[in-house]
Protein backbone atom coordinates (compact mmCIF):
# COMPACT_ATOMS: atom_id res chain seq x y z
CA UNK A 1 0.00 0.00 0.00
CA UNK A 2 0.98 3.71 -0.81
CA UNK A 3 1.79 5.74 1.97
CA UNK A 4 -0.19 8.37 3.00
CA UNK A 5 1.74 11.36 1.64
CA UNK A 6 0.34 9.71 -1.26
CA UNK A 7 -2.63 7.93 -0.84
CA UNK A 8 -4.55 10.93 1.27
CA UNK A 9 -6.33 12.83 -0.96
CA UNK A 10 -5.79 15.42 1.11
CA UNK A 11 -1.89 15.20 1.89
CA UNK A 12 -1.54 14.49 -2.14
CA UNK A 13 -2.93 17.86 -2.92
CA UNK A 14 -0.21 19.56 -1.21
CA UNK A 15 2.83 17.12 -2.18
CA UNK A 16 4.25 19.08 -4.48
CA UNK A 17 4.12 22.72 -3.14
CA UNK A 18 6.62 21.23 -0.34
CA UNK A 19 8.73 19.17 -3.36
CA UNK A 20 8.91 22.27 -5.64
CA UNK A 21 12.61 22.16 -5.79
CA UNK A 22 13.32 19.91 -8.54
CA UNK A 23 16.88 20.27 -9.97
CA UNK A 24 17.33 16.35 -10.52
CA UNK A 25 14.41 16.45 -12.86
CA UNK A 26 16.46 18.55 -15.09
CA UNK A 27 19.28 16.14 -15.09
CA UNK A 28 16.83 13.12 -16.14
CA UNK A 29 15.59 14.83 -18.38
CA UNK A 30 18.56 15.60 -20.66
CA UNK A 31 19.68 12.22 -19.79
CA UNK A 32 16.78 10.25 -20.89
CA UNK A 33 16.18 12.43 -24.40
CA UNK A 34 19.66 14.05 -25.15
CA UNK A 35 22.11 11.09 -23.95
CA UNK A 36 19.92 8.01 -24.48
CA UNK A 37 17.30 9.39 -27.19
CA UNK A 38 14.19 7.87 -25.89
CA UNK A 39 11.01 8.97 -27.69
CA UNK A 40 8.84 6.71 -25.29
CA UNK A 41 9.40 6.62 -21.17
CA UNK A 42 7.94 4.67 -18.70
CA UNK A 43 7.57 6.52 -15.44
CA UNK A 44 6.81 4.03 -12.53
CA UNK A 45 5.92 5.37 -9.30
CA UNK A 46 5.02 8.77 -11.61
CA UNK A 47 3.31 10.13 -8.05
CA UNK A 48 1.88 13.31 -8.85
CA UNK A 49 2.85 13.41 -12.43
CA UNK A 50 5.85 16.25 -12.49
CA UNK A 51 8.40 14.32 -14.42
CA UNK A 52 5.97 12.52 -16.56
CA UNK A 53 3.75 15.84 -18.23
CA UNK A 54 7.38 17.21 -18.46
CA UNK A 55 8.37 14.51 -20.96
CA UNK A 56 5.08 14.64 -22.66
CA UNK A 57 5.57 18.62 -23.22
CA UNK A 58 8.57 17.45 -24.90
CA UNK A 59 6.72 15.35 -27.21
CA UNK A 60 7.84 11.91 -25.93
CA UNK A 61 5.36 9.14 -26.03
CA UNK A 62 4.60 8.55 -21.74
CA UNK A 63 3.26 6.39 -19.78
CA UNK A 64 3.38 6.93 -15.66
CA UNK A 65 1.94 4.15 -13.49
CA UNK A 66 1.34 4.52 -9.85
CA UNK A 67 -0.31 2.87 -6.98
CA UNK A 68 -1.54 6.06 -5.25
CA UNK A 69 -5.03 6.61 -6.77
CA UNK A 70 -5.17 9.96 -5.38
CA UNK A 71 -2.00 10.77 -6.61
CA UNK A 72 -2.97 10.40 -10.04
CA UNK A 73 -5.76 12.42 -9.29
CA UNK A 74 -3.30 15.37 -9.07
CA UNK A 75 -1.63 13.94 -12.08
CA UNK A 76 -4.47 14.51 -14.38
CA UNK A 77 -5.23 17.97 -13.69
CA UNK A 78 -1.86 19.11 -14.88
CA UNK A 79 -0.68 20.79 -18.20
CA UNK A 80 0.15 18.60 -20.73
CA UNK A 81 -1.62 15.43 -18.56
CA UNK A 82 -3.36 14.84 -22.11
CA UNK A 83 0.05 13.43 -23.26
CA UNK A 84 0.54 10.71 -21.07
CA UNK A 85 -1.18 7.72 -20.38
CA UNK A 86 -1.74 7.15 -16.57
CA UNK A 87 -2.16 3.45 -14.98
CA UNK A 88 -3.22 2.67 -11.84
CA UNK A 89 -0.66 0.07 -10.23
CA UNK A 90 2.42 -1.12 -10.31
CA UNK A 91 5.49 -2.82 -12.38
CA UNK A 92 4.58 -5.75 -11.72
CA UNK A 93 0.68 -5.51 -13.02
CA UNK A 94 1.88 -3.36 -16.58
CA UNK A 95 -0.22 -3.93 -19.89
CA UNK A 96 1.98 -5.30 -22.46
CA UNK A 97 4.37 -2.22 -23.49
CA UNK A 98 7.63 -1.94 -25.29
CA UNK A 99 8.96 1.56 -24.58
CA UNK A 100 12.52 2.62 -24.93
CA UNK A 101 13.34 3.65 -21.02
CA UNK A 102 11.75 3.38 -17.57
CA UNK A 103 12.91 5.49 -14.93
CA UNK A 104 12.50 6.21 -11.67
CA UNK A 105 13.33 9.40 -9.91
CA UNK A 106 13.85 10.51 -6.17
CA UNK A 107 13.08 7.82 -3.43
CA UNK A 108 10.81 5.69 -6.06
CA UNK A 109 13.46 2.69 -6.02
CA UNK A 110 14.06 2.60 -2.06
CA UNK A 111 10.14 1.65 -1.56
CA UNK A 112 10.69 -1.75 -2.27
CA UNK A 113 11.91 -2.90 1.11
CA UNK A 114 11.39 -6.74 0.14
CA UNK A 115 14.22 -8.22 -1.34
CA UNK A 116 11.11 -10.52 -3.94
CA UNK A 117 9.24 -7.29 -4.54
CA UNK A 118 12.22 -5.51 -5.66
CA UNK A 119 13.31 -8.19 -7.92
CA UNK A 120 9.55 -8.75 -9.26
CA UNK A 121 9.48 -4.67 -9.77
CA UNK A 122 12.70 -4.84 -11.64
CA UNK A 123 11.53 -7.71 -13.88
CA UNK A 124 7.95 -6.34 -14.41
CA UNK A 125 9.74 -3.17 -16.03
CA UNK A 126 12.42 -5.51 -18.12
CA UNK A 127 9.17 -6.99 -19.52
CA UNK A 128 7.72 -3.51 -20.31
CA UNK A 129 11.06 -2.91 -22.17
CA UNK A 130 11.90 -3.50 -25.74
CA UNK A 131 14.93 -5.48 -26.23
CA UNK A 132 18.10 -3.47 -25.27
CA UNK A 133 16.03 -0.44 -23.58
CA UNK A 134 17.25 1.03 -20.37
CA UNK A 135 16.45 1.58 -17.02
CA UNK A 136 17.14 4.45 -15.04
CA UNK A 137 16.69 5.08 -11.32
CA UNK A 138 18.83 6.68 -8.14
CA UNK A 139 19.19 5.60 -4.66
CA UNK A 140 21.22 6.77 -2.27
CA UNK A 141 24.57 5.89 -1.45
CA UNK A 142 23.85 4.32 2.33
CA UNK A 143 27.00 5.57 3.27
CA UNK A 144 26.54 9.17 3.00
CA UNK A 145 23.77 8.59 6.27
CA UNK A 146 22.04 10.78 4.52
CA UNK A 147 19.08 10.17 6.59
CA UNK A 148 20.30 12.12 9.42
CA UNK A 149 19.25 15.84 8.41
CA UNK A 150 15.60 14.53 8.35
CA UNK A 151 15.20 14.22 12.06
CA UNK A 152 13.35 17.35 13.33
CA UNK A 153 12.66 18.79 10.03
CA UNK A 154 10.05 21.57 9.83
CA UNK A 155 8.71 22.92 6.69
CA UNK A 156 5.70 25.41 6.07
CA UNK A 157 3.41 26.37 3.41
CA UNK A 158 0.46 28.54 3.30
CA UNK A 159 -2.30 26.51 5.35
CA UNK A 160 0.03 23.78 6.66
CA UNK A 161 3.05 22.94 8.58
CA UNK A 162 5.16 19.83 7.70
CA UNK A 163 7.93 18.35 10.61
CA UNK A 164 9.76 14.65 9.89
CA UNK A 165 10.55 12.76 12.66
CA UNK A 166 12.96 9.32 12.49
CA UNK A 167 10.84 6.16 13.87
CA UNK A 168 13.69 3.26 13.59
CA UNK A 169 17.09 2.66 11.52
CA UNK A 170 18.05 -0.42 11.43
CA UNK A 171 19.81 -2.79 8.88
CA UNK A 172 19.77 -0.48 5.84
CA UNK A 173 15.83 0.29 6.25
CA UNK A 174 15.14 4.13 7.30
CA UNK A 175 11.64 4.52 8.78
CA UNK A 176 10.59 8.46 9.50
CA UNK A 177 6.97 10.04 10.06
CA UNK A 178 5.61 13.05 8.65
CA UNK A 179 3.49 15.46 10.61
CA UNK A 180 1.06 17.94 8.42
CA UNK A 181 -0.52 20.38 10.75
CA UNK A 182 -3.16 22.18 8.66
CA UNK A 183 -4.80 25.83 9.61
CA UNK A 184 -8.34 24.15 9.30
CA UNK A 185 -7.35 22.16 12.87
CA UNK A 186 -6.71 18.90 11.03
CA UNK A 187 -3.30 16.90 11.47
CA UNK A 188 -2.26 14.02 9.59
CA UNK A 189 0.54 11.79 9.71
CA UNK A 190 2.01 9.66 7.22
CA UNK A 191 4.61 6.55 8.11
CA UNK A 192 7.34 5.93 5.54
CA UNK A 193 10.42 3.35 5.84
CA UNK A 194 12.74 3.42 2.50
CA UNK A 195 15.51 0.53 1.96
CA UNK A 196 18.83 1.74 1.64
CA UNK A 197 20.88 -0.65 -0.86
CA UNK A 198 24.91 -0.33 -1.16
CA UNK A 199 26.40 -0.28 -4.96
CA UNK A 200 27.37 -3.83 -5.09
CA UNK A 201 23.48 -4.73 -4.20
CA UNK A 202 21.62 -3.06 -6.18
CA UNK A 203 23.60 -4.38 -9.60
CA UNK A 204 23.57 -8.23 -8.08
CA UNK A 205 19.23 -7.63 -8.68
CA UNK A 206 19.68 -6.28 -11.65
CA UNK A 207 21.74 -8.93 -13.33
CA UNK A 208 19.55 -11.33 -11.90
CA UNK A 209 16.47 -9.48 -13.61
CA UNK A 210 18.32 -9.76 -16.50
CA UNK A 211 19.88 -6.70 -17.05
CA UNK A 212 23.99 -4.99 -17.91
CA UNK A 213 24.51 -2.38 -16.12
CA UNK A 214 26.15 0.35 -18.81
CA UNK A 215 27.09 2.87 -16.01
CA UNK A 216 26.88 4.12 -11.76
CA UNK A 217 27.40 7.43 -11.81
CA UNK A 218 26.54 10.18 -8.72
CA UNK A 219 23.51 12.89 -8.93
CA UNK A 220 25.59 15.90 -10.26
CA UNK A 221 22.92 18.05 -8.07
CA UNK A 222 23.59 16.00 -4.65
CA UNK A 223 27.61 15.32 -5.11
CA UNK A 224 28.46 12.14 -2.73
CA UNK A 225 24.79 11.01 -1.68
CA UNK A 226 23.36 9.23 -4.81
CA UNK A 227 23.93 6.46 -7.56
CA UNK A 228 22.38 7.01 -10.33
CA UNK A 229 22.27 3.30 -12.55
CA UNK A 230 22.10 3.37 -15.89
CA UNK A 231 21.49 -0.36 -17.58
CA UNK A 232 20.09 -2.11 -20.41
CA UNK A 233 17.27 -4.55 -20.77
CA UNK A 234 18.90 -8.15 -22.49
CA UNK A 235 17.82 -8.74 -26.38
Request: proline share 5%; charged share 25%; net charge negative.
Amino acid sequence: MPDALFADAKLAAVYDAFETARPDLDVYEALIIDELGARSVLDVGCGTGTFACRLARRGLEVVGVDPAAASLAVARTKPDADGVRWLHGDATSLPPLQVDLAVMTGNVAQVFIDDADWLATLRGIAAALRPGGHLVFETRDPAARGWLPWDGRREGIPGVTRTCALTEVREGLVSFRYTYAFDDGAVLTSDSTLRFRGRAEVAHARAEAGYTVDEVRGAPDRPGLEFVFIARRGS
